[in-house]
């Protein structure tokens, strides 16, 4: 083997271990991706089952319903669709209906948003860009005309 085969030889071993080490930290990072969508983005879209779903909205006024210990169901909605979500843990303190909250889980095969997370926001300058961009649309927003998006740090 001559120096050049030799070190063609080197790159390549190397190149293939760079892509294994990046796929297999890939795989392992999956389980906890999980993708903002509001109730529209959520309705057009056909997750799998068992996907992580962050979905973002406001509480619907007149929908949150208080179960047996600490279940709640209520609805989510980005003024043009609803979804319906099951919580069964503490709530925030600054949840309400009206509030802009996150909520994390999974959709189930009814179509009822399953959350283990609810973060309720203290205002409306930590709401996702799309979503402050459709409440301004529908003349529902409540927070600062001048509200630049950008200028929110990325989480």
Do not use: C
Not at 29 to 44: H, Q, W
């Amino acid at each position: 083997m001559t120096v050049r085969q030799q070190r063609l030889a080197w790159i390549t071993a190397i190149g293939g271990v760079l892509a294994l080490a990046l796929a297999l930290s890939l795989f392992a990072l999956a389980p906890g991706i999980s993708y903002a969508m509001s109730p529209t983005e959520l309705r057009e879209a056909a997750p799998s089952p068992g996907q992580r779903i962050r979905l973002f909205g406001l509480v619907q006024d007149g929908s949150v319903e208080r179960g047996e210990g600490l279940a709640v169901s209520f609805t989510l909605t980005d003024q043009t669709n609803t979804v319906s979500v099951k919580f069964d843990n503490i709530l925030p303190d600054l949840f309400r209906e009206g509030q802009g909250i996150i909520t994390e889980g999974t959709l189930g095969p009814d179509r009822v948003f399953v959350a283990d997370t609810v973060l309720a926001k203290h205002d409306e300058n930590y709401m996702p860009t799309d979503m402050a961009e459709k409440l301004k649309e529908q003349g529902v927003w409540q927070g600062d005309d001048d509200y630049d998006a950008s200028a929110v740090p990325e989480q």
